[in-house]
T-cell receptor, first 112, second 112 residues
Framework: GENVEQHPSTLSVQEGDSAVIKCTYS??????FPWYKQELGKGPQLIID?????GEKKDQRIAVTLNKTAKHFSLHITETQPEDSAVYFC???????????FGQGTRLTINP | KAGVTQTPRYLIKTRGQQVTLSCSPI?????VSWYQQTPGQGLQFLFE???????NKGNFPGRFSGRQFSNSRSEMNVSTLELGDSALYLC???????????FGQGTRLTVV
């Protein structure tokens, strides 16, 4: 079955700098790749997603890139702010978001 | 628009008991998925329902079951609880089987 590896497990950056989180997936049939942000005591919040027919997608300070050949995708956060501190999860699935396989998560800390 | 609502938020049960968790999806959403989140195993897919039919099932024992009602509300049941069932149980709803998924805040189950 599908397996998603996420790196790094923890990431600490200075406020204003950029943060990059990377994921690799194993099943070449996967075609939907969302990213979720989870704050303490809350459920995961969808922040951006990408489908396999697109190589890059951007939403303000957040961008996701997908390399289907290498089977990896990355989350880029620019101009980081303290409120970006959270645990971020990548996921992969076939078809849609109904059977997501998640990475192990990255705890991002933004230092003021 | 109200988000995904899960009840109860917290639950403490004794080994051997059974428990039922409830999920009300976003209005108009017909697909509901359930996930288990633990520190050791991360986020793992339990099952998915669409129009009252279970479409996908994860790799969990038969003690874990679920159902969906005609109004799209869903319940999951865990029988013969074990200590290892202690986890955050998350419900996610989607407009369709190919649309993005939105999570509720989860039900924190503690088995003692």
């Amino acid at each position: 079955g599908e397996n998603v590896e996420q790196h790094p497990s923890t990431l600490s950056v200075q406020e204003g700098d950029s943060a990059v989180i990377k994921c690799t997936y194993s099943d070449s049939a996967s075609n939907y790749f969302p990213w979720y942000k989870q704050e303490l005591g809350k459920g995961p919040q969808l922040i951006i997603d990408i489908r396999s027919n697109v190589g890059e997608k951007k939403d303000q300070r957040i961008a996701v890139t997908l390399n289907k050949t290498a089977k990896h995708f990355s989350l880029h956060i620019t101009e980081t702010q303290p409120e970006d501190s959270a645990v971020y999860f990548c996921a992969a699935s076939i078809g849609g978001a109904q059977k997501l396989v998640f990475g192990q998560g990255t705890r991002l800390t933004i230092n003021p | 628009k109200a988000g995904v609502t899960q009840t109860p938020r917290y639950l403490i049960k004794t080994r051997g008991q059974q428990v039922t968790l409830s999920c009300s999806p976003i209005s108009g959403h017909r697909s509901v998925s359930w996930y288990q989140q633990t520190p050791g195993q991360g986020l793992q897919f339990l099952f998915e329902y669409f129009s009252e039919t279970q479409r996908n099932k994860g790799n969990f024992p038969g003690r874990f079951s679920g159902r969906q009602f005609s109004n799209s509300r869903s319940e999951m049941n865990v029988s013969t609880l074990e200590l290892g069932d202690s986890a955050l149980y998350l419900c996610a709803s989607s407009l369709s089987t190919t649309a993005e998924a939105f999570f509720g805040q989860g039900t924190r189950l503690t088995v003692v």
